[in-house]
């Protein structure tokens, strides 16, 4: 993957995440460009690319399936859920105490 793509990827998922936050926002993307111009003498060869781009990646997605803001509205808090934000089943929730399976895996007392 291209560092370009990766920048817009991750700047895309900071708007994204932090919509309405202009504060938080622009500190992100201050972060954002900072770390790609401290590698950008890095010639193309360089090893250390293709995990940083990765990782780069891995943390744009973060941001946007995984990251919910709250905001603090009377004595209570909304969440700004998204199109984007994973939602998860609960399945761990909804047993309670019992031994949760996940894709037919055992867990530690089963073994």
């Known amino acids: 993957m291209a560092a370009i793509q990766t920048y817009r990827h991750l700047l895309r998922a900071a708007r994204i995440a932090f919509e309405g936050d202009t504060r938080v926002l622009d500190s992100a993307r201050q972060q954002i460009r900072q770390g790609f111009r401290d590698k950008a003498s890095l010639p193309a060869s360089d090893p250390s690319i293709p995990p940083a781009l990765q990782h780069a990646e891995e943390v744009a997605n973060f941001l946007k399936t995984n990251l919910v803001q709250g905001k603090k ?15 998860g089943d609960n399945e761990s929730i909804k047993l309670g105490n019992k031994n949760a399976k996940a894709d037919g895996v055992k867990c530690c007392s089963e073994r």
Request: hydrophobic share 15%; aromatic share 6%; net charge neutral.
């Open 73 to 87: 509205e009377g004595g209570t808090y909304k969440l700004r859920i998204h199109e984007h934000t994973e939602r």
